[in-house]
């Protein structure tokens, strides 16, 4: 029905935004692993940027101290120690990390960042930083049971209720590309617990609601 405030440009984007979503989600859920060629059929343009992203990348070099200790690790050039990850959680959580010079590193798939990242989890299990670096990692050298363990522990051991739906949601979202059912892993881990399990309800609910798109 039209607006009778004549707002009938607004209306008609939020039609053709409704309908652009639910074709969204329909690619997803149709193929996962193809998501591209999925979202290539129904109109969406891919542009390549990687090679803007190589240039920035081989210009990239450190700024201070602490990025020259880390590229020194990932080039082993030092060996690991646990101030590295104290290191690493300080330039991530920083106002203005330096992207390109660590995004190499993570493309690259390198050994001794994937093992920092693992250390530094045992230690901070919760740690968004981490967790976040662990799912940039397996989108460009895939680690799906690492992810799995390291979110599960995460969900287990955290207490606070809007981060373990945060938590939760981020579990979902980084696995399901995989194929991997994160919430029924979540729900026969948590049965038991009555808090945890009521806001996986929600989140089973909002999931239900939304075509299996979570956005937090």
């Known amino acids: 029905m039209a607006n009778k405030g004549g707002n009938w440009k607004k209306e008609y984007e939020d039609i053709k935004n409704e309908l652009l979503m639910e074709q969204v989600t329909d690619a997803i859920k149709k193929d996962p692993k193809n998501l591209r060629s999925n979202l290539e059929e129904i109109g969406f343009i891919w542009i390549d940027d990687s090679k803007e992203e190589i240039e920035e990348?081989?210009?990239a070099v450190p700024t201070n101290d602490n990025q020259e200790c880390l590229v020194a690790y990932f080039e082993d050039k030092t060996s690991f120690n646990n101030k590295l990850i104290e290191i690493f959680l300080k330039e991530a959580e920083s106002e203005e990390p330096n992207y390109p010079l660590f995004r190499k590193y993570f493309k690259a798939g390198n050994n001794r960042?994937?093992?920092?990242?693992?250390?530094?989890?045992?230690?901070?299990?919760?740690?968004?930083?981490?967790?976040?670096?662990?799912?940039?990692?397996?989108e460009n050298r895939s680690i799906l049971e690492r992810i799995i363990s390291?979110?599960?522990?995460?969900?287990?051991?955290?207490?606070?209720?809007?981060?373990?739906k945060e938590l939760c949601i981020n579990f979902i979202n980084d696995t399901y590309p995989d194929g991997y059912e994160a919430l029924v892993k979540l729900e026969s881990?948590?049965?038991?617990?009555?808090?945890?399990?009521?806001?996986?309800?929600?989140?089973?609910?909002?999931?239900?609601?939304q075509d299996e798109v979570i956005v937090i």
Do not use: D, R, V
Request: glycine share 4%.
């Open 150 to 164: 390291a979110y599960t522990n995460a969900c287990n051991e955290e207490n606070n209720t809007e981060k373990f």
């Open 113 to 138: 960042l994937l093992h920092l990242l693992i250390s530094g989890l045992s230690g901070f299990p919760t740690s968004q930083a981490l967790l976040s670096g662990l799912s940039y990692f397996h």
């Open 189 to 209: 881990m948590f049965h038991n617990n009555h808090e945890k399990h009521l806001i996986l309800k929600e989140i089973k609910q909002a999931m239900n609601e």
């Open 57 to 59: 990348e081989e210009k």
